[in-house]
């Protein structure tokens, strides 16, 4: 029986509450049958999770949650500087001798930190990947809302995509920008908000805006041209290809995904340049929105799938990035189908 590691006993405790994906289930199954502290301490979980399952289910609410972990933290602090205070005056007393009660408080105040360091260490980590369960799980809702949006849209235009009509050379890049030029890759979106198809606030993902709403007046979003600036809009969409296919291109189409890791910042001015050079770091990443582990990417059949790689489909196709191109200007466009690009 070898001692099992914090990793390990982190992954018994997120199997036991529900909160492992499909791989990690399978590790934590492994891991119990084959070791007998392992199988030990899921039996405890177990035992002390049985009153949990007379429950309703519920969703955390995220001002609860923060609420919790502030308060957890607020107690930790506390109990520090009232320790540190307390050794500091005793410090000043030279060599006055130490009485009982001094050494009794100061034991107190230890029990008590070790006390929030342990449940630090086992309620909020679980409360901060619940969080992002959670998070994830209202973006892919948000992603099916946008959808429908299309779908609603397409059924009232003779099965045409939202779009407007754009130049050759266009930057896709300038989001925000209300000239009378069709600029930025986000204003055929924007349609769908315009034309009230899809809420606003939906164009914005719960992870990215840490839980907070970001609010929208849908009765003004006539007066514009485009989203009012980047933060009303954190995903990425597919930019079209410049040439009609030949064939029919089989799989389904990538639409949408969370916000391009490439473009998170963008020129302050709309007169600036936009220019970008790939490198392994820019390769390797996953969107910000949701703390890097991965991306909620909309399939053009209206499905939603949490990726933890970028790569999608059977040719393994890059969703943040063309083919063959290492620099970025802003006004790229995919040369074949076969090549899903989304931006910004």
């Given at each position: ?180 030029e069709n600029h930025s890759n986000t204003r055929h979106i924007w349609l769908l908000a315009k034309n009230g198809y899809v809420d606003p606030d939906d164009f914005v993902c719960p992870g990215k805006r840490q839980g907070r709403a970001i609010k929208f007046d849908s009765s003004r979003a006539k007066d514009y041209n485009d989203f009012p600036s980047r933060r009303y809009i954190t995903y990425s969409l597919r930019i079209k290809c410049n040439k009609s296919p030949k064939k029919h291109v089989a799989g389904r189409k990538v639409l949408m995904s969370d916000l391009n890791p490439l473009f998170e ?80």
């Open positions: 029986m070898t001692r099992l590691n914090n990793q390990q006993k982190q992954l018994l405790f997120d199997y036991c509450i529900g909160l492992t994906s499909e791989k990690e289930t399978a590790d934590a199954e492994a891991l119990i049958s084959s070791d007998r502290q392992a199988a030990e301490i899921h039996s405890k979980l177990k035992t002390a999770f049985i009153p949990l399952k007379s429950l309703e289910p519920d969703t955390c609410p995220d001002d609860l949650a923060e609420q919790t972990i502030q308060h957890l933290n607020s107690l930790a602090r506390s109990s520090q500087l009232r320790l540190q205070q307390l050794l500091a005056a005793e410090q000043g007393r030279g060599e006055v001798s130490v009485k009982s009660w001094f050494w009794r408080s100061v034991g107190e105040l230890i029990a008590t930190a070790a006390v929030l360091v342990f449940v630090a260490g086992i309620v909020i980590a679980p409360l901060n990947l619940a969080r992002q369960k959670s998070w994830q799980q209202r973006c892919q809702m948000q992603l099916h809302r946008i959808w429908q949006g299309i779908n609603n849209y397409c059924s009232e235009y003779n099965g045409k995509m939202p779009a407007v009509a754009t130049a050759a050379g266009s930057p896709w890049w300038k989001v925000g920008y209300q000239g009378g910042e963008l020129p302050g001015s709309y007169s600036d340049s936009l220019k970008l050079q790939l490198n392994q770091t820019l390769l390797a990443l996953n969107s910000i929105s949701h703390n890097r582990c991965g991306q909620n990417v909309l399939f053009c059949d209206g499905s939603v799938e949490f990726l933890k790689k970028r790569d999608v489909g059977i040719l393994q196709d890059d969703i943040f990035t063309l083919q063959n191109t290492e620099i970025y200007q802003g006004i790229e466009v995919p040369g074949c189908e076969t090549d899903a690009f989304l931006a910004p």
